[in-house]
């Protein structure tokens, strides 16, 4: 299988393709011949191939806006806003405690026994852990909560494409250039929240603010790294 046939199946599965998880594929959608072979084969499909910055991801988005692209969109703002939200804001805190840049970039790596010794050494951070439900479970004892719940988190996080396991030894992961996307959505997500609150209203949003979503037009379902 060549690079680009590799790039264009990364693509069809909803991927985005960034050098942290997919670097040959990255490489030849980076060319010219790469990138005119990519959009010529989706373009006959229906999609385009977009791109998050002049040195971001590649991803599969919609050619046409249509009614079912903006409900799905939607509704990833709405999964966004309520679960991933959250964890990002959790890990940029701790960053700012540890006196590095709050805001997560694509290649920084994180390590759970470092998160996991942070947390249980700030009351802060460990209040507010403890109050993300979802990363609860009753199975674990007090003793290893912390670090299972902070696994629980980098799971979730690995299942939505913005980590990957990069060294599986020492438990450490690499944040994915699918990391852009997610802050452009929470970004629009705090223009657009009262928007976010009804079902009916959403569909009604002001064609601008349709037209800046743009750049990051939405992928293909379960999109990927």
């Known amino acids: 299988m060549s690079k680009l046939e590799s790039a264009l199946k990364q693509l069809a599965k909803g991927s985005f393709v960034c050098p942290i998880q997919f670097p040959e594929e990255f490489e030849v959608l980076s060319s010219e011949a790469g990138r005119s072979g990519a959009e010529a084969w989706l373009k ?40 991933l939200e959250p964890y990002v804001g959790f890990l940029e805190t701790l960053r700012q405690a540890q006196g590095r840049n709050p ?22 951070l460990d209040r507010r852990l403890l109050d993300m439900r979802e990363l609860a479970d009753g199975r674990v004892s007090d003793g290893g909560a912390t670090v299972h719940r902070i696994q629980r988190m980098f799971n979730i996080l690995v299942e939505q494409g913005y980590l990957v396991e990069s060294n599986f030894a020492s438990k450490g992961y690499t944040f994915t250039g699918k990391m852009d996307y997610l802050y452009q959505l929470i970004a629009f997500i705090a223009e ?26 939405e992928p293909a379902p379960d999109a990927q790294p």
């Open 44 to 83: 006959a499909v229906g999609y385009r191939l977009a791109r998050l910055s002049e040195e971001g991801a590649f991803f599969m988005a919609y050619d046409v806006p249509t009614s079912e692209m903006r409900t799905r969109l939607r509704d990833e703002l709405k999964t966004i806003r309520n679960r």
């Open 103 to 124: 805001q997560l970039h694509a290649g920084d790596v994180v390590w759970l026994t470092e998160i996991s010794e942070a947390v249980r050494g700030s009351t802060m």
């Open 192 to 217: 657009n929240t009262p928007h976010l609150s009804d079902d009916q209203v959403v569909d009604q949003m002001d064609p601008q603010a349709r037209l800046d979503m743009a750049d990051v037009a």
